[in-house]
């Protein structure tokens, strides 16, 4: 049985072979209902587990509203699993972001709004992450991937606190990375 991670991976790698209509199909598809055939091909390749579809229906619309747009030959893989998502949801998905000199860094999906995420309750968590990935993704740099191994840990393991405590702190040590370099900067031009 492949791992998390190797499900994933493939189901990235899959994302970037779709052609504009399929991917914006899977982006329109509603959890819990029909599908779609690309959907369901996928699921066939991957033996994804029946009982868990509508999560893996979740996993797969987020990782297609996350995905580069365009043909398939001009888009770079999602998936980086270096790159975390609470990273991602801070920094906006792109990896050179700092915050101007002197300024407290602001992430890129409000605190409050991340804390409200925080605080739900494990079965309201895949509207409100379907949410903070549109957003992400308008805001999201072109072949900046991140961690898609975290959105599936969040809709599969809900009653687990690891992969909610892992983005928390993957978002606050990106945000306070960047507010620990502005105030060096800081400290410098005094």
Request: glycine share 8%; hydrophobic share 40%.
């Amino acid at each position: 049985m492949p791992s998390l991670n190797d499900t994933v991976t493939a189901i990235a790698t899959r994302l970037l072979t779709l052609d504009p209509g399929p991917l914006a199909e899977l982006r329109r598809m509603e959890p819990g209902g029909a599908g779609t055939p690309v959907f369901w091909r996928l699921a066939a390749e991957q033996d994804l587990p029946r009982a868990k579809t509508d999560a893996w229906m979740r996993i797969v619309r987020i990782m297609a509203i996350l995905s580069d747009k365009g043909a398939p030959e001009t888009r770079k893989p999602l998936h980086d699993w270096k790159r975390p998502l609470g990273a991602a949801l801070a920094d906006g998905g792109d990896t050179e972001w700092t915050p101007p000199p002197g300024d407290d860094p602001s992430p890129v999906l409000s605190e409050a709004r991340f804390t409200r995420f925080l605080a739900l309750p494990p079965e309201d968590r895949g509207e409100a992450l379907e949410r903070m990935a549109r957003a992400l993704a308008r805001r999201r740099q072109p072949g900046h991937g991140l961690d898609c191994a975290d959105i599936a840990k969040l809709l599969l393991f809900g009653g687990d606190p690891a992969p909610v405590q892992k983005l928390a702190r993957d978002f606050y040590n990106r945000l306070d990375g960047a507010k620990r370099r502005a105030d060096k900067e800081k400290e410098g031009t005094a």
